[in-house]
């Protein structure tokens, strides 16, 4: 990730050393008007080139969500005013100066390539990140994705989906949706009608994928939403680990990323998926920022699967996600680690669905929780025990720290248990960083800011200890630096 | 250099929650020395060491603490500890999820920076680590393992020595380290702070009994009550309280 610590917004122009990655990249983008009506959604199928099964799909979804009168969930603890879904632009792609799309690499605008440089994520695979291999979507599409034919060579795809729709329509068509259905709810019927870019991956039988996948998710220009589709398929046996980052320019008003990511882990198939959310957070009177209201949910098909999702969420003005596990296979395995930090107006209400339906099937979550400034922080899990799951076990672990005494922390487990063999595990802790904690730390030389992290990344260390390496490592950082300013 | 003053307190009162604990402390410290400060409970030892640490929760209401001419109750804790101040918890406090290898490595890396010194590289560190542990019967293992969590009585105290001989302070301060210890505990314990005391070192001791005096032999006894120094001499002095316990000593001083 880039060092520099000075930028100055574009738009308001101050500069914002709270988050460096807020830099517009200037390149030419082919821009859809704004609004959304049967015409948007066909002109984006269009302009994917899908088949006429796609596209009716789209219709289907979006017809639904059409029914749905505009009216967004308000179950969340979140409060913002109403979005009007008539003035986003819902495709925007970059494209070269005589109009066409880049084909290769070698097309793409110099300006691209440098900007994912500073982002840190290089698109040349000579330049690589130390074996991970990365799609780079930038706002409605995929602009370019490395490794792809070391990864084929091992019958592993790993693409856009919207080349996936046109290259592997039996295997899109299988399961695209089978796990969150575009009626599952409002953000998740928007995101079928319109969703632009994202990755497939499938991973075939019995082969565990040599390295890291990853997908850099840019915003980059001022009124689009950003509707990230992913799918992935762990067949029998397969093992991957997906890692997933994000950032955006910033800017003064808010905008939307609403995403839809599927899992599906067949028979002992493995499939850790990470993130490290770090959209633009707003400023500090809690102007712009993004909206990420975003449905992830796996499903582990087959018998011994496991599902572990791991997320570092710090930026967004407000998050809204509860990456899930339906434990459908027996002896399947569930699992979600997060770190939820709010700042200054930053709101995030996530957890986690854990859905025992299988035998023996085993479930942990285990949730951090951090709020500073006025930053409000709502842990929300669901852990479902169906008649038919003999023996499920869960541990639920929720801990919140409060930093300063204008944030909250709320914490809402939801459990129902419909089998009596069943074994349920709740712990939850709120505290603060103590004087006590800071005094011993601080009585051997360390700094009060040195301290106060140290602290904070002790308290995180369950969560992170699930990253990969780097990712850790990027993890911590970020959270220092989101924290700046309201300690010591 | 020996005998230079280190620590000087002059008619130090302070308190916590607007009671007064230290009604005017007198003491000199020079290098090379050990002193043993005892009394009861309650009669304000740890508040002392804890006021030359920089612990946030009391209050100073007047006298002045100069340490190696410095005003030191003007210095934050952490400047303190990068200054050569160690104080030696009676209770140290679970750090979660914080390596002890990770937290030692920092503190070191603080101090030897303050010093002018180079930080030493992760093999070096190690090594040093390593050394330190076995010197006061520390496992490996422990040096993975959380801040002070989960560890025993004797362990955090031996931690606490182990933190002492690593980062090497000019004055070291002891509250009451020897509390809760079984007797090859305390050995082992003695034995760090006996490794520790040199001519350019020196110890202020805060104990309750005289038994850990057996293994550190002090150069000055004081004995605290009530808020004051009633009496100071020398090793004899710790042993008659210990033969005729405090009240003795109260009497005297009333009388």
Not at chain 1, 306 to 322: C, F, H, L, N, P
Not at chain 1, 367 to 392: C, E, F, S, W
Request: hydrophobic letters at 40%.
């Amino acid at each position: 990730m880039p060092r520099e610590r000075k930028v100055i917004s574009r738009e308001t122009g101050i500069e914002e050393q709270e988050y460096k990655w807020g830099f517009v990249i200037p390149i030419k983008e082919e821009v859809v008007p704004k609004g959304l009506n049967e015409e948007v959604v066909r002109l984006i199928s269009q302009k994917k080139g899908e088949p006429e099964w796609m596209t009716e799909w789209r219709l289907r979804a979006y017809r639904y969500w059409r029914s749905l009168g505009y009216i967004e969930p308000k179950w969340a603890k979140v409060y913002h005013p109403p979005i009007d879904f008539q003035d986003i632009v819902y495709y925007a792609a970059p494209v070269r100066d005589d109009g066409s799309r880049p084909k290769s690499l070698d097309e793409i605008d110099p300006e691209l390539k440098r900007a994912f440089d500073k982002l840190g994520i290089p698109l040349e695979e000579q330049k690589r990140l130390a074996g991970v291999a990365v799609d780079a979507v930038l706002d409605s599409a995929s602009v370019a994705t490395t490794f792809q034919k070391k990864l084929e060579d091992l019958g592993i795809i790993f693409c856009p989906i919207s080349e996936a729709i046109q290259k592997y329509p039996e295997l899109v068509r299988q399961y695209l949706g089978s796990v969150v259905p575009y009626t599952d709810n409002f953000y998740a019927a928007l995101n079928s009608a319109v969703f632009s870019d994202g990755t497939f991956v499938y991973v075939p039988p019995g082969v565990r994928c040599p390295m890291d996948l990853m997908t850099y998710f840019r915003i980059n220009e001022a009124e689009v939403g950003q509707f990230e589709r992913t799918l992935i398929i762990a067949d029998r046996g397969s093992y991957v680990s997906y890692l997933e980052g994000c950032t955006a320019p910033i800017r003064k008003r808010h905008q939307l990323h609403a995403a839809v990511v599927e899992l599906i882990a067949l028979d002992d198939a493995e499939i850790k998926y990470s993130t490290l959310q770090n959209w633009y957070p707003g400023d500090k009177e809690g102007r712009g920022g993004v909206y990420n209201f975003v449905t992830k949910r796996g499903i582990c098909l087959g018998k011994n699967a496991k599902i572990s999702w791991t997320q570092v969420e710090t930026g967004s003005a407000i998050t809204w996600k509860y990456p899930s596990v339906i434990l459908k296979g027996d002896n399947s395995v569930g699992e979600f680690y997060s770190v939820a930090l709010v700042n200054n107006y930053q709101q995030a209400d996530t957890g986690t669905k854990m859905v025992h339906i299988g035998k023996n099937t085993r479930s942990t979550i285990i949730a951090k929780g951090i709020a500073a400034g006025h930053g409000q922080n709502t842990y929300r899990g669901l852990v479902k025990i169906m008649p038919t799951a003999d023996g499920a076990r869960n541990f639920t672990r929720c801990d919140s720290l409060l930093i300063g005494s204008r944030c909250g922390a709320h914490t809402v487990p939801y459990l129902e248990v419909r089998n009596p063999t069943a074994r349920i595990e709740h712990e939850a802790t709120t505290s603060k960083v103590s004087e006590e904690q800071l005094f011993y730390l601080m009585s051997r030389g360390i700094t009060e800011e040195d301290a106060q992290f140290m602290i904070i990344n002790g308290f995180c260390r369950g969560v992170f200890q699930e990253l990969p390496f780097e990712f850790a490592m990027e993890a911590s950082q970020l959270l220092r630096v989101s924290l700046e300013g309201t300690v010591g | 250099m020996t005998g230079e003053v280190v620590l000087e307190i002059r008619g130090l009162r302070a308190g916590v929650g607007g009671v007064e604990i230290l009604k005017g402390i007198d003491l000199t410290v020079r290098l090379g020395e050990v002193h043993a400060i005892m009394g009861p409970n309650g009669s304000g030892k740890s508040t002392l060491v804890n006021i030359l640490a920089g612990k946030p929760d009391y209050e100073v209401l007047a006298g002045q603490v100069i340490y190696k001419g410095m005003d030191l109750l003007a210095m934050s804790p952490d400047e303190r500890a990068r200054e050569g101040i160690f104080l030696a918890f009676q209770y140290p406090v679970e750090v979660p999820g914080v390596r002890v290898r990770e937290f030692l490595r920092t503190a070191l890396d603080a101090i030897r920076e303050h010093r002018g010194e180079e930080k030493l590289s992760v093999k070096e560190f190690n090594r040093l680590l390593q050394e330190k542990a076995r010197e006061v019967g520390m496992g490996q293992d422990i040096l993975r393992r959380n801040v002070n969590e989960g560890f025993s009585g004797g362990e955090k105290k031996r931690h606490e020595i182990l933190q002492l001989l690593l980062l090497d302070p000019t004055l070291a301060l002891l509250d009451e380290t020897d509390s809760g210890l079984d007797i090859d505990a305390l050995k082992v314990v003695a034995q760090g702070i006996n490794r520790y005391r040199g001519p350019e070192k020196a110890v202020l001791l805060v104990t309750h009994y005289q038994r850990i005096l057996n293994y550190v032999e002090p150069d000055h006894v004081h004995v605290l009550m009530d808020g004051r120094i009633v009496a100071s001499g020398g090793r004899e002095l710790a042993l008659e309280v210990e033969a005729k316990g405090y009240e003795w000593l109260r009497q005297a001083v009333e009388s």
